[in-house]
């Protein structure tokens, strides 16, 4: 191999190199590199006292709600008469269609409590809706599940097993 043949690989491998180099340069539109959270990654939390645009609202703990939420919902028939088909579906299995925590579940684990005692309503709304929407300390959550207005319905039924 003649030093002319040499000197062309070696100036063909230095701009191949050169080259690679520069794709890790700040130019690069790679779409591994972007500003977007990456798996396993949390999300910040939204600036204090912001109210979302769009998704869903801000988390709050039951003791929050207690405090911070009031109830939309006027517990009109239409409002009453949801709650109950909704109470039946998602709730009564545990607490029993009385609410009074005598559900057929409740036989077989521990019991779940009568939400028609004074404690209970003593209760904000807001503090029913909390509990509805995060669990409590053996119940499940059921955001999921019921749409907010369909919780407050919840809400209001359960206002109406417990009397005045």
């Known amino acids: 191999m003649s030093g002319l043949n040499r000197i062309i690989i070696s100036i063909v491998l230095v701009i191949l190199g050169l080259t ?3 794709m890790g340069w ?3 539109q790679d779409m591994v590199d972007q500003p977007s959270l990456k798996p396993q990654e949390r999300p910040l939390s939204p600036p204090p006292n912001t109210v979302p645009v769009q998704g869903k609202a801000p988390q709050m703990n ?10 939309p919902v006027p517990p009109t028939p239409e409002s009453l008469e949801r709650g109950k088909r909704l109470f039946a579906i998602y709730c009564a299995l545990c607490h029993g269609k009385d609410a009074r925590g005598n559900g057929p579940v409740a036989k077989k684990f521990v019991p779940p409590p009568n939400l028609t005692l004074e404690l209970f ?8 809706y909390g509990t509805i929407t995060n669990g ?7 955001a999921e599940n019921l749409s907010p207005t369909e919780r407050w319905d919840v809400v209001n039924y359960l206002r109406s097993l417990q009397g005045p």
Do not use: F
């Open 20 to 22: 690679g180099s520069a």
């Open 26 to 28: 700040p130019w690069n």
């Open 62 to 71: 039951r003791l929050e709600a207690a405090e911070k939420l009031r109830n």
């Open 121 to 128: 309503k003593q209760r904000t709304d807001g503090y029913l």
């Open 136 to 142: 409590g300390a053996l119940m499940p959550s059921q």
